[in-house]
């Protein structure tokens, strides 16, 4: 009985030590991600991305799975095997328009990025987090309202961090399955703003049109929308 | 007995371990539910201090991006709810949000809102900026402890700081001055101030800064100065362009959500036009009374005040220096400012310090306050997805004019249009029929840049907002009647060109119109002030136009360009919708009589479109058209005639407008709410918050120039002069100051 007390006494404070581990690995990953500035700067002067590091279109991960890497350290001594690392960023590219000058109101847009890695830091092309759907990256950052969500306006940003271990504790020795420690942390990228944001022009183009139509008494003409 | 009995118990061994089990099992219990607990504890205390961590820096970068503490305390308190998602999970969680800004000393800082705040202490360093400290109260639930101690309580504060003030002024404007006319004026930028909640006061023109103090700042430098704010190191006013030309850059401070407005500084408050070569201000010797040509000019027009020991002298029409003939066309005050000057050391004359007033130019320029009642909605370069192959270019038709007609002009008010309800704001675009005369054309405005097409809707060119704003046509000569005509709203343009030679304020022209300049005290030999007024002219001089080039301007040699504007003129009849049509069918002398077929004039430094001229016109879409219009006077960089001839004197309309301290007009508030300029940025301002950064051409005239009919001295095509302003690329919070960090 006092061998199981000790073990199992154990075996719990080796699991909230390692989920701690894993929070804090969560955080430092998401804190690392949240501090990488934009170095990627084109030809003409403008900033390449709006978000910390891959966008939906292009990027490289490589300086994600470097900062993985990295990340992994602070798991020690726990080896990382059967760990799942999903990272998200989420970015107001277009601010919401309110209907005006005879313009439909439009939502606001979001450019978003999902890259996952297993426990080797290499990329997996899985989508554990969702960049949409009600559990994904979009409804996580933007929450149920303006004032609830985290992205506030154009250029805002959100990363989540998602990082799942598979913690088979010394019952891992008699049980074939493991537990799965999964924590989620956040972080707002350092360097989010509207400055940052591509291809938004300070002015949208007005949709309206004038049209005229002659005739040789005269000519009409409408203000079409 | 009982020796005996205790003896036997002592020297027992049979169930010793169930005693001691039984002795240690709470102890035990309570040691190991201490161990769990207490793991859970901290687990708890790191989830926990990673979620106030988390939220105060998104919050305090929030802060410094959106100047608003009420968004603020939005980002944090959702971004402690998500992040700190774990804990709930076994502790009941609750927490705080405070907010702090600090702006003092700090240039255009605003703290915007305030925050909703449910927290009461903030413990922000003094030098912090802005500041967001989020504290978390947990209350956990032991288990095995729980014999003991019921529930662990947590309590966990973060700070985060922001000391940046996200300035993008750090970036250069890449301007590209194309001179053109010798009045001299300038078109600075400067940010618009703000008021305590980050609101734009556009009639609020800051002082310049001692930094301004310096020749390379042109006329401003004249200006009173004031003490530049805290980490300013450089002039407040940027210098975008003059109108003799040259490009250059320039830097400003300001913060990501400050509009720039733009000031006009008039140089000489009359037009200083010479026979061959232009004449610097500059120039003049007050004390001598001798005008020094510089350059190889023979002759000048214009009219000088010049300041000399107390005495203001007006140098009137006629004055002859050295061969020099001056003649005199200006009012006292212009709409944006005179010449009255004073001699410096050398005495050369340099600008009175109260005479180069400046405007706002979002409250100012182009009416005041700039409305869409008094200032005419520039009609957007936007109409169907119209196309128009020329040759190998494809054209896109972006808006459809009406061209006044030559003769016989007969403008009647609204009496209908359609839409029956327009937003709110804009100038009804009005059913002409039964008003709009019979012989007429149809403009449309077309852009184009060498090798490009641009389709519609998404192409960067033509420019969103362009100059569709049929005043009268440089083509009826003026005999369109000089009235406040409610049609299109715009006043008319000069009727007459200026006739030198004569005598008095139009010598030997013809009959002052409206927007002819006039002056008062014609002749006299000194001024006061009293007489500095204007006369009755009720238009004056229009200035500026701020057309949206939108991003990723085309550009040649590094050199941005400029909307190109050229247009051929058909017959109404000629085609029909959908009809492919040959250059027979155009009508090239009817509204293009300057410039016709031929000339197509391209952008700034770019030669490529050159005489281009469409081999055949294939029109697509609602017909029929007639394609029109050439730049004005020359150079298709210049907005189209029609879009010039624009008059508006808001001080001869008893309304002053902001002016730099010092200045001798005063603030006069009008009760009329004035719309947004930046969202109408053909009013007066821009934001230069996006990346790519996005560029804009400003066209400008100061004063009416010597000209040819049927060019006039207001039109603002023909002088005096554009410019590209291209905004600078935005810096981030690294740039320009941290990003927000944990106190």
Redesign the interface.
Known sequence: ??LI?VI??LE??ML??T??KL??FA?SF??MV??Q??AAVNA????AT?SPVPTSNSGTTTGLTDLCAGAVYGLQPFPPNGMTLAVASVTETAAAQAA???VAATPALYDEWEVDMNSSCATTGAQAIGTTGSNGAVT?AI?SGA????V??L??N?I?VRASLQYPGILGLILSSAQTLT??????????????????????????????????????????? | MMLRLLHRILKDRRAATAVIIALMTTPLVISGGAAVDFSRLSAARSQLQYAVDAAALAGAGAYQVNKDGTVAYNVAATAFSTASGAVRYYAAVSSTVATSCNPSGVPNVTCGTSSASNGTTVNCPATTIYCVQVSAHAVLQNSLLAIVIPSEALNVTSVAQSTGTNSVGAGNFHHVGVGYGSDLSAIYAYAVPTDSAGNPEYNNVPAPNSYCANASFGPIQYEPTTAAANGVSTCNYVLIGENSGGSGTGTIAFQQSDPLGFTFVNYSGGTITSGTSDLDTTSFNAASGVVTNTGSATHFTGELYVTNAGVTQYFPTGEVVGGTTLYANCPAHNLYGSINAYPNANNNLVPYQDSINTYASGWELLGYPPTHGTNHYLLPFLGPATSITAGSATLTVRAICPQWPTTGTTIAATTSFSPSSLPAGYTPVTNMSGSFPTASNVAVYSTYYPDQTYASGSGVFPPAVAACTPATSSADSGVTPASDNPWWGWSPPNASAMDPGGAGENPGGAALTNCTATKLNSGATAITATQNSLQTSKYNDCAFIIQPLGTNVPSNGGVPDLPDYYTYSVSPSAFAAGTTGNPSNIISSQTAPLYGMTPVYDGIGNSNAAGYVPASVTITGMGPYTITEPPAYGRDAYPPEDTSHQCYNPQANGINGSLLPGSDQPNNDSPVTPIDPVANPELGAVLCNSNPPPAYALFWNDMGAWAQPPHYNDDLGYANAVTEFTCPTPGNPGTSGPPALIY
Request: aromatic content about 6%; hydrophobic content about 35%; some cysteine.
């Open positions: 009985m006092l007390l199992g006494t719990v404070l909230y030590r989920e701690e929070n804090a955080g998401a804190q949240s501090l500035e934009i003409s002067g403008v900033v709006h005006s000058q005879g996580l929450g004032s609830s969500s985290m506030q306006g250029g805002d959100i989540i924590q989620t942390a956040v972080a707002r990228w350092r360097y989010a703003s509207s400055t940052n944001v591509t291809n938004v022009t300070a002015t949208p183009a007005p949709s309206s049109t004038l049209e005229f139509s002659c005739s040789g008494t005269g000519c009409a003409s409408n203000y079409g929308v």
